[in-house]
T-cell receptor, first 114, second 115 residues
């Protein structure tokens, strides 16, 4: 029973297309995140939602739009995909925003933009 | 903003103890130190977390000196399955809501365990 799941696992698309990645957590957590991991393995936070409210919005192009229909879901929609968007995107969740809370990560979605 | 620095890679042999050090000179008072492990094609997995002194669990130990400007993850008697990338994370997610704090992952240390 997967705690944090993402779909799809692989996504190959052409430049200029619009795509979405879905994330669901069944841990009952209040907080969810999106991270981008580039080819150099750096993990960079993109967004964080707490109780469906946007908390963190890092310096991410506005082509990226997160949507949280409920506490268990945080989807990522990307418009007008560019080559530089190719990366692995990880969804994560944590109990809440309290200090010291650990995060649970999904398996990742490998996005390849051609 | 507490930036972290770790060695890019380390090699070890089965059965040895491995110590990976992370530097975080600008750590804030409310920041916790957390270590994650990541295998290829998987998401990071929580290993251990601490605030000060020493923390030990069934997987690892975490040593944090009094000034908290660095921390050392200690893996006792590593096996081949411990080959992975280890990330040091410093931050206080509780501060994010109020002051725009950030969660910063280090570059990661690629640990290779050989037979």
């Amino acid at each position: 029973d997967t705690a944090v799941s993402q779909t799809p696992k692989y996504l190959v698309t052409q430049m200029g297309n619009d795509k979405s990645i879905k994330c669901e957590q069944n841990l009952g957590h209040d907080t969810m995140y999106w991270y981008k991991q580039d080819s150099k393995k750096f993990l960079k936070i993109m967004f964080s939602y707490n109780n469906k409210e946007l908390i963190i919005n890092e310096t991410v192009p506005n082509r990226f739009s997160p949507k949280s229909p409920d506490k268990a879901h945080l989807n990522l929609h990307i418009n007008s995909l560019e080559l530089g968007d190719s990366a692995v995107y990880f969804c994560a969740s944590s109990q809440d925003l309290a200090g010291g809370t650990s995060q649970f990560f999904g398996p990742g979605t490998r996005l390849t933009v051609l | 903003l507490a930036k972290t620095t770790q060695p890019i890679s380390m090699d070890s042999y089965e059965g040895q103890e491995v110590n990976i050090t992370c530097s975080h000179n600008n750590i804030a008072t409310n920041d916790y130190i957390t270590w994650y492990q990541q295998f290829p094609s998987q998401g990071p997995r929580f290993i251990i977390q601490g605030y000060k002194t020493k923390v030990t669990n069934e997987v690892a130990s975490l040593f944090i000196p009094a000034d908290r400007k660095s921390s050392t993850l200690s893996l006792p008697r590593v096996s081949l399955s411990d080959t992975a990338v280890y990330y040091c994370l410093v931050g206080d997610s509780g501060m994010i809501y109020n002051q725009g704090g950030k969660l910063i992952f280090g570059q990661g240390t690629e640990l290779s365990v050989k037979p």
